[in-house]
T-cell receptor
Framework: AQRVTQPEKLLSVFKGAPVELKCNYSYSGSPELFWYVQYSRQRLQLLLRHISRESIKGFTADLNKGETSFHLKKPFAQEEDSAMYYC??????????FGKGTLLTVNP | DVKVTQSSRYLVKRTGEKVFLECVQDMDHENMFWYRQDPGLGLRLIYFSYDVKMKEKGDIPEGYSVSREKKERFSLILESASTNQTSMYLCASNSPGRGIAKNIQYFGAGTRLSVL
């Protein structure tokens, strides 16, 4: 069965500090992993996906198959990064399994 | 730009009412999804549809049904609304075979439903 675990419900950092949002997954096949973000009063939107291997808004995420992790990182958090972040796992049937989300607050 | 439009941002209904939530997408996507979003529980899949008139149950289908008569429209139906169905409902769509955009889901703005 597919499962996504985001161990932190809430994460609070100060502006300029590094931030890491954790995501672990369980999947027997070849995983496809995503990070989605929802800013206040906005729709849920894709932040990045592992196959793109790109940096979006300063965020990066590396798939570690050995540790079954896909942690989201940013070296210097900004106030506008405050949002709800969801890790999602795509399987072979076009569906996504979402984690429960981490609410990131970046304090001034 | 993909547009997924949910007909209502806010709805207030009474217990026992039949409720329709509508979703339309304009990108000719084959797949459409209904989720509910609750604090601390994340997004949970209610139903999804991979073609017109085709549907499959998600993780929490009880108390819900769906209808997809046209490719662009996917409706979520609460046959007899109950207070425990008070939630934010999100619609999404994607296409399984569109190159770089494959499997990316695009979301509507959500419908916040309150059942009194």
């Amino acid at each position: 069965a597919q499962r996504v675990t985001q161990p932190e419900k809430l994460l609070s950092v100060f502006k300029g500090a590094p931030v890491e949002l954790k995501c672990n997954y369980s999947y027997s096949g070849s995983p496809e992993l995503f990070w989605y973000v929802q800013y206040s009063r906005q729709r849920l939107q894709l932040l990045l996906r592992h196959i793109s291997r790109e940096s979006i808004k300063g965020f990066t995420a590396d798939l570690n198959k050995g540790e079954t992790s896909f942690h989201l990182k940013k070296p210097f958090a900004q106030e506008e990064d405050s949002a709800m972040y969801y890790c999602a796992l795509g399987g072979s049937n076009y569906k996504l399994t979402f984690g429960k989300g981490t609410l990131l607050t970046v304090n001034p | 730009d993909v547009k997924v439009t949910q007909s209502s941002r806010y709805l207030v209904k009474r217990t026992g009412e039949k409720v329709f939530l509508e979703c339309v997408q304009d990108m000719d996507h084959e797949n459409m999804f209904w989720y509910r979003q609750d604090p601390g529980l994340g997004l949970r899949l209610i139903y999804f549809s991979y073609d017109v008139k085709m549907k499959e149950k998600g993780d929490i289908p009880e108390g819900y049904s769906v209808s997809r008569e046209k490719k662009e429209r996917f409706s979520l139906i609460l046959e007899s609304a109950s207070t425990n169905q008070t939630s934010m409902y999100l619609c999404a769509s994607n296409s399984p075979g569109r190159g770089i955009a494959k499997n990316i889901q695009y979301f509507g703005a959500g419908t916040r439903l309150s059942v009194l």
